[in-house]
């Protein structure tokens, strides 16, 4: 079973940056697609960003522009970085991954908190 962590949350003002990453227990190839997902206090998950089998970006209206995801290697899945944060990314960031047979994993998820 694959086990993701994510990493890189923190506390962060209006506008600035931060960094997430996710690793994973097992090999995480090219097959799989994977993407990131956020979920605020009090609302529904929601998709952020992901990259597909075909290796393709995709990002939701809100982040486009400010954040990109990106492959990782060495044991990190991906990454998320994200520019000019405000204060509505406020939410737990959780990576996800989908092997070619359909089986969903999730992390534990970070906090990402922006203050205005």
């Known amino acids: 079973q694959v086990q993701l962590v994510e990493s890189g949350g923190g506390l962060v003002q209006s506008g600035g940056s931060l960094r997430l990453t996710c690793t994973s227990s097992i090999l995480i190839n090219d097959f799989y697609e994977m993407g990131w997902y956020r979920q605020a206090p009090g609302k529904e998950r929601e998709w952020v960003a992901r990259i597909t089998r075909v290796g393709d970006e995709e990002y939701a209206d809100p982040v486009t522009g400010r954040f990109t995801v990106s492959r990782g290697n060495s044991g990190v899945v991906m990454s998320l970085e994200m520019n000019i944060l405000k204060a509505e990314d406020t939410a737990v960031y959780y990576c996800?991954?989908?092997?070619?047979?359909?089986?969903?994993?999730w992390g534990q998820g970070t906090q990402v908190t922006v203050t205005s």
């Open positions: 996800h991954v989908r092997s070619p047979f359909g089986a969903d994993a």
